[in-house]
């Protein structure tokens, strides 16, 4: 039976290795028993793989004769009819070279393992400068020094202030109590939302005076420096038109001229 198999794997090769190899093959399998017989069907399928799929369909080999009377001595040359791979062999080369040259990419990109330093202060903080080196890491022996952010010292009551006047809690779109110049410039757009009932214009309700405030409009919408500008016909209403131009009016309050509102230039 094992001798049966392995002659069918041998008869699925092609013609060529079939004539130069398979009577050596054979016999080389009928000189072993027992599991070698076994390694050697193995070995047979595995060269059916590579023959059938990896090799070019080899064309027959060319035998020359010598001619009549010519000595035997005389070498004689051998052509070969010219041949190409066949398709599925290209198809697999070019797999094959895209993934090689893929990994080799990877490879030099990465550069193997490499080291994650962190460069940040010496002491615990929120962040951090994520850094690849190669470099062994080693004693800390500079500090970067960052110089804090001057915090406006009426930041705690501006905060109070701006949370309690609708308008200007709402121009201060990322809640850092200061108008911004960008925050300035979208103005119009913000105060536009204000207008809940849709008729053009803020009353002071929809500015943020409270329902149980006992103050007279005009007198709330006079209080406040924002609302004052904003006004400026000072009629207790801001119009469509001074919606409009509320950029060119608010800017009125930055005292220093240095395109931001702070908390000092808004409030009372």
């Not at 010598?66 to 005389?74: F, K, N």
């Not at 009426?154 to 809640?175: K, N, P, Q």
């Not at 536009?192 to 929809?206: F, H, I, T, V, Y």
Request: aromatic share 6%; with cysteine; proline share 7%.
């Amino acid at each position: 039976m094992g001798r049966w198999l392995y002659f069918c794997v041998l008869r699925l090769h092609p013609r060529p290795f079939r004539r130069r190899f398979g009577l050596e093959m054979l016999s080389i399998f009928d000189d072993h028993a027992g599991g070698k017989r076994g390694a050697l069907l193995v070995d047979a399928v595995i060269s059916l793989v590579r023959q059938r799929l990896l090799r070019p369909a080899n064309p027959e080999p060319v035998i020359a004769t010598a001619a009549v009377g010519q000595p035997s001595d005389v070498p004689v040359f051998h052509v070969f009819e010219s041949y190409l791979p066949r398709r599925s062999a290209l198809a697999q080369g070019a797999v094959l070279t895209v993934a090689f040259f893929s990994s080799l990419t990877f490879a030099v990109g990465s550069g193997g393992y490499i080291q994650r330093l962190l460069i940040a202060p010496s002491s615990p903080t929120h962040f951090g400068i994520p850094v690849h080196s190669s470099a062994p890491p080693a004693t800390v022996t500079t500090e970067v020094a960052v110089k804090a952010r001057s915090i406006d010292r009426l930041f705690a009551e501006a905060d109070l202030y701006f949370g309690s006047l609708r308008l200007l809690d709402a121009l201060d779109v990322d809640r850092d109590r200061m108008i911004s110049a960008r925050e300035i410039r979208a103005a119009p757009a913000v105060l536009a939302g204000l207008d809940r009932d849709q008729d053009g214009k803020l009353s002071p309700e929809e500015c943020g005076l409270p329902r149980i405030s006992q103050r007279q409009p005009l007198e709330f919408m006079a209080a406040h420096p924002v609302l004052r500008v904003l006004d400026a016909d000072h009629d207790g209403v801001i119009s469509t038109a001074e919606i409009g131009s509320s950029p060119v009016a608010l800017k009125k309050l930055d005292k220093d001229h240095d395109g931001i509102l702070m908390p000092i230039e808004v409030m009372q």
